[in-house]
T-cell receptor, first 114, second 114 residues
């Protein structure tokens, strides 16, 4: 069975600082990996996804993530954080060709200081 | 662009009552997924339907049932509600026929059981 670990429950950064959110996965084959963002009381919005090919994936809102098979990681990065980025971020893995039966990590709450 | 529509957005029920949540997928999407997100928890996969047939089953209680109709909308029926059923229920849809597709999430239905 697949699993996802997000080691950081809560991260605080200053506006304009860089950001890296960690995600480690466990899955026997090539995973399909996703990062979602959830603002308070809102649904899940897809930031980016990795299925195959280039291991550095560009997403929306200036986010990127790098798939590292050797480390079983899919960390999310942003060079300069904006106050509007404050939200909860979920890493997720899916075992199949489409986004079926996503398994989510426990999430990382991001606080942005002015 | 049309998104996944869930209704109602908020629902308050008493213990032992019944609730029905509705999900209208993105037009031409053939697959619907239901997720449950408890307070402070990550979303947990409940069940999915492909072309009106159940395709995957996750941690859905026996008190819950779901179906997908001919117009592809889906309903999650929850009976004998318990306080622990209070959660945000997400519906997502995707087009499985397309490779490397992703799931698009609705804004969720917040169910409060009192």
């Amino acid at each position: 069975a697949q699993s996802v670990t997000q080691p950081d429950i809560h991260i605080t950064v200053s506006e304009g600082a860089s950001l890296e959110l960690r995600c480690n996965y466990s899955y026997g084959a090539t995973p399909y990996l996703f990062w979602y963002v959830q603002s308070p009381g809102q649904g899940l919005q897809l930031l980016l996804k990795y299925f195959s090919g280039d291991t550095l994936v560009q997403g929306i809102k200036g986010f990127e993530a790098e798939f590292k098979r050797s480390q079983s990681s899919f960390n999310l990065r942003k060079p300069s954080v904006h106050w509007s980025d404050a939200a909860e971020y979920f890493c997720a893995v899916s075992p199949r060709g489409s986004a079926r039966q996503l398994t989510f990590g426990s999430g990382t709450q991001l606080t942005v200081l002015p | 662009a049309a998104g996944v529509i869930q209704s109602p957005r908020h629902l308050i029920k008493e213990k032992r009552e019944t609730a029905t949540l509705k999900c209208y997928p993105i037009p031409r999407h053939d697959t619907v997924y239901w997720y449950q997100q408890g307070p402070g928890q990550d979303p947990q996969f409940l069940i999915s339907f492909y072309e009106k047939m159940q395709s995957d089953k996750g941690s859905i209680p026996d008190r819950f049932s779901a179906q997908q109709f001919s117009d592809y909308h889906s309903e999650l029926n929850m009976s004998s509600l318990e306080l622990g059923d209070s959660a945000l229920y997400f519906c997502a849809s995707s087009l499985v026929q397309r490779m490397n597709t992703e799931a698009f999430f609705g804004q969720g239905t917040r169910l409060t059981v009192v």
